[in-house]
């Protein structure tokens, strides 16, 4: 997968739940222009972040398969 179908779909996510950039990066703790290059697929998503995510928007297994985009 590559970044930008990753930050893509984190986008999507972000976006479905009715989270804005500047929300996310508050709650989160890290600079808006990190989500925005990450969504933009312009900067890789680090691992700590990356957990972040998950735990933020309670993600369950299936949903994190399907953010990684990972096939059967």
Partial sequence: MTDKNFGFKLKKLRESKGVSQLTLS???DIPQSKVSKIENGTEKITLSYFLK????????P???IELLGVKN
């Fill in 26 to 28: 508050i709650d989160l």
């Fill in 53 to 60: 995510v998950l735990a933020y928007f309670s993600l369950t």
């Fill in 62 to 64: 299936d949903e994190v």
